[in-house]
């Protein structure tokens, strides 16, 4: 109570001329905190907005083709896996020479050897359409010629 009273006491004693300057000062603090708290943020979100939109837009449209592609190759019939290997087969040809398919049990091992790697592509994008299949493993190394090495390792479907 006596911290009060000191206070009370001194600004009683304080000039009106002096306690209209501190009254101001308290106000523009005032609003200073109010900016930097409430406005400041705000404003700051409001601008960051619509580049978000942007950003959220082009994911939901990536979603959208991804979930476009999943359901296109959920139509697709299933494959036997006699059929996924002769279309596995077909598909290798696209590699060329560098590339050697083994097959052991359910599972497919194709060893490239300075593979192009538009050539590579093309065949991962043939092998999951056509054989409905996709890498289980992958040990791939970039060769001096601008080729890939390694092996790629597939799951037939079962018999």
């Known amino acids: 109570m006596s911290v009060m009273k000191d206070v009370s006491t001194r600004w009683q004693n304080v000039s009106r001329r002096e306690q209209r300057l501190i009254l101001l000062a308290l106000g523009v603090v005032a609003l200073a905190l109010l900016w930097w708290v409430a406005l400041a943020p705000a404003l700051k979100l409001l601008k960051a907005a619509p580049a978000q939109h942007l950003a959220l837009d082009a994911q939901l449209q990536q979603m959208q083709q991804l979930q476009a592609q999943a359901q296109a190759l959920r139509s697709q019939p299933v494959l036997s896996a006699a059929q996924a290997r002769s279309a596995l087969e077909d598909s290798v040809k696209l590699l060329g020479s560098g590339a050697k398919m083994g097959v052991q049990a359910e599972r497919v091992t194709l060893t490239l050897k300075a593979v ?12 999951r359409l056509n054989a409905h299949m996709a890498p289980l493993e992958a040990h791939l190394t970039r060769n001096s010629s601008a080729g890939w090495d390694g092996t790629l390792v597939l799951q037939l479907p079962a018999q």
């Not at 192009?116 to 092998?127: G, N, Y």
């Open 116 to 127: 192009a790697p538009d050539a590579l592509a093309q065949w991962l994008a043939s092998a």
